[in-house]
């Protein structure tokens, strides 16, 4: 696969993310893994899918990364009434002009917080997948694009059953990654509490760290990053793994390996490296492939978990070495 950027401009983007992520850690203590990993999601241009308990601050990190990247914010609170046209939004008619005049919904920004996804039905839940794969939305039979980069980051609650409904397994494909925040260790919970007692407010004000065309900028050398005929073989042989695994009844899909792809690419970038070595795929291969899979019912009863799968899977599968991983320089 052929690089058009140099390690300059890889070294460069990995500071800008370097910048983003200590701005963020101002307000999200003790969270630097996660924080890292929705901001990989970020530069593959892919969706976050957080899964945790309420209160760990998933709404404040994508408010966070809207907010340093001086991105067009959106929030939806999904509940069981919401209607698709709630998201995408819909033609409203106008008396003065006596036509119908588009009003566009909060789908039309460019981070969207989709929070508590699972407590919409399934055709508001689908009203997001064109949006999502197409970047798009067609509404009354007019499509209308969205303006780039156009990124989601939807949370849903594992413990609450009651008026939820699970996301369809077409659309939790269509994140990029699911992720857990986790509670925070407690000298970074005894941080958080100084820092707020310190400052007198709830309110912190983040600074712009960069802006969106940087980000776009920061994709495309993203999209430069090299990887070699071995690192893309291991990709695919790690996706593979998991459909051949006796604890597998679905494994991962072709989606899988380029989520893979994407998110090593990202990882090399803001580790300012121009190459993807095997431990770039290994650091995302839990979080882009674990939501993919189904396990086979019976295995259910021994809390065996899809993460497990991966990680069994990470296990057996031979590791190409690092010197086949690097570029020959000229």
Known sequence: MSRDTGVND???????AGSVLDEIERVVVGKRSVLELVLLALLADGHVLIEDLPGLAKTLMARSFASVINLRF?????????????VT????????????????????????????????????????????????????????????PFLVIATQNPIEAEGTYPLPEAQLDRFLVRISVGHPERRHEIEMLERRAARRTDDLELREVVDPATLRWMQGVTEAVYVSPSIAAYIV??????????????????????????????????????????????AVAVPALAHRIILKPEVWVQRIRTEDVVGRVLESVPTPSADEAAPKRT
């Open 10 to 16: 890889t070294r460069r983007a990995a500071e800008l």
């Open 74 to 86: 959106a929030r939806i609170q999904f509940t069981p009434d919401l209607m698709p046209s709630d």
């Open 89 to 148: 939004g819909a033609a409203i008619y106008d008396q003065r002009s006596g036509e119908f005049v588009f009003r566009p919904g909060p789908v039309f920004a460019n981070l969207l917080l989709g929070d508590e996804i699972n407590r919409a039905p399934a055709k508001t839940q689908s009203a997001l997948l064109e949006a999502m794969q197409e970047h798009q939305v067609t509404v009354d039979g007019y499509t209308r694009p969205l303006e780039r």
């Open 237 to 282: 042989d790690l996706v593979a793994a998991t459909r051949s695994s006796p604890l597998v009844q679905v494994g991962a899909s072709p989606r899988g390996s380029l989520a893979l792809l994407k998110l090593s690419r990202s990882r090399a970038t803001i580790s300012g490296r121009d190459f993807v070595i095997p431990e770039d795929v290994k």
